[in-house]
């Protein structure tokens, strides 16, 4: 099973809004609604973002939004604050009951 | 409040064995997988496979099915990853997560370090 596709970074000034990419198949993000992201600060547990592809947890802030178009999923950070400087993950659930974490993207706040 | 403690750092030779744990609290550990991620050093997040303690219904990775073992104490409400022979490539953080398909990996444990080094 490939790892779902990400750019390797993405940058961004405060206060503006940035999107990352996840791409995968037909038999992943395009073939489920079982799409999350998770961010991961340097030394942490990652934290659940997204879920169900468009879904916050509780306590998530709104500047969090997620969508999907085929077989590649977002993520979209609005309003950037430097406390979003981390990696982010996309997990996908994938035929075969098993599931495939994105490489990861490097979120820099300018 | 729901958590997920999980044991320390290990540091182990080449062909040793080890098992690390997953101790989880707040919830009813009955009700929800645990799933396993491994994140070798400076790298991204990879699926390891996932367990159902209530029966332990197991799924594994293609790229870890063999490797390592999962397994459950329902009673301590823990989750167990073993190794029976180690390799350097091991060397990683892994991680447990509270896991449902609708809301995946929704709360984690602090990793375990595990270091392999002869």
């Known amino acids: 099973q490939s790892a779902l596709t990400q750019p390797a970074s993405v940058s961004g000034s405060p206060g503006q809004s940035i999107t990352i990419s996840c791409t995968g198949t037909?038999?992943?993000?395009?073939?489920?609604?079982?799409v999350s992201w998770y961010q991961q600060h340097p030394g942490k547990a990652p934290k659940l973002m997204i879920y169900?592809?468009?879904n916050r947890p509780s306590g998530v802030s709104n500047r969090f939004s997620g969508s999907k178009s085929g077989n590649t999923a977002s993520l979209t950070i609005s309003g950037l604050q430097a406390e979003d400087e981390a990696d982010y993950y996309c997990?996908?659930?994938?035929?075969?009951?098993?599931?495939?974490f994105g490489g990861g993207t490097k979120l820099t706040v300018l | 409040e729901v958590q997920l403690v999980q044991s320390g750092a290990e540091v182990k030779k080449p062909g040793e064995s080890l098992e690390i744990s997953c101790t989880g609290s707040?919830?009813?550990?009955?009700?929800?997988?645990i799933g396993w991620v491994r994140q070798m050093p400076g790298k991204g997040l990879e699926w390891m496979g996932i367990?159902?303690?209530?029966?332990?219904?197991?799924r594994y990775s293609p790229s870890f099915q063999g490797q390592v073992t999962m397994s459950t104490d329902r009673a301590a409400r823990t989750a167990y990853l073993q190794w029976s022979g180690l390799k350097a490539s091991d060397t990683a953080i892994y991680y447990c997560?509270?896991?449902?398909?609708?809301?995946?990996?929704?709360?984690w444990g602090q990793g375990t370090l595990v270091t392999v080094s002869s």
């Open positions: 707040g919830y009813n550990f009955d009700d929800y997988w």
């Open positions: 169900g592809v468009t």
């Open positions: 367990i159902y303690p209530s029966n332990s219904d197991t």
């Open positions: 997560a509270r896991h449902l398909r609708a809301v995946p990996y929704d709360f």
């Open positions: 037909s038999s992943d993000v395009g073939g489920y609604n079982y």
């Open positions: 997990c996908a659930y994938t035929s075969g009951t098993n599931w495939v």
